[in-house]
């Protein structure tokens, strides 16, 4: 991973993480939707240095229409690596309860919860189906945990 220096640093792991929880793989839902407050040209810079790094993927798209970013193989296996930093930060940061409870839910869920959310984002991002398609989608229940946190936050 020598071509991608900035790999490891704040917006890569933030742009990562909204990739991967957040669905967002557009230049624009990653900008408009950063909580970071992320500014355009450091996405764009941390995008290019994703794709060069090969996490990313960017899709060649006709003028005038909007790209989209896919998670490789090598992104989708960084979700262990995103839980562990999740789960570091819920005891070593402050934070809310509706922003710990997907890292609590994922760190208690184990590896065979970040499995099922990898072959879920293998669907979405490379077209391979997940193995079990009637079992529970991963981001529906993370999804549901968080608007219970967010309605008893409320």
């Known amino acids: 991973m020598t071509e991608c220096n900035h790999c490891g640093d704040q917006w890569s792991l933030i742009v990562l993480r909204d990739v991967i929880f957040g669905g967002r793989r557009h230049f624009r839902e ?3 939707h950063s909580e970071e407050g992320i500014a355009s040209n450091i996405l764009s810079s941390r995008l290019k240095a994703l794709v060069a790094g090969g996490l990313l993927t ?7 229409r909007r790209a989209a970013y896919s998670l490789t193989e ?6 262990p690596i995103m839980v562990a930093l999740g789960s570091w930060g819920m005891r070593h940061r402050p934070t809310t309860p509706e922003l710990s409870v997907r890292a609590r839910l994922l760190e208690d869920g184990g590896p065979h919860l970040w499995e099922d959310l990898m072959d879920e984002l293998r669907e979405v991002h490379l077209g391979i189906p997940r193995p079990n398609p ?7 229940l993370l999804q549901a945990a968080y608007e219970q946190a967010l309605t008893e936050a409320h």
């Open 74 to 79: 090598a992104g989708i296996q960084t979700v």
């Open 134 to 140: 009637n079992h529970p989608r991963a981001s529906e």
């Open 30 to 32: 990653l900008l408009s």
């Open 58 to 64: 960017q899709e060649q798209t006709e003028r005038g």
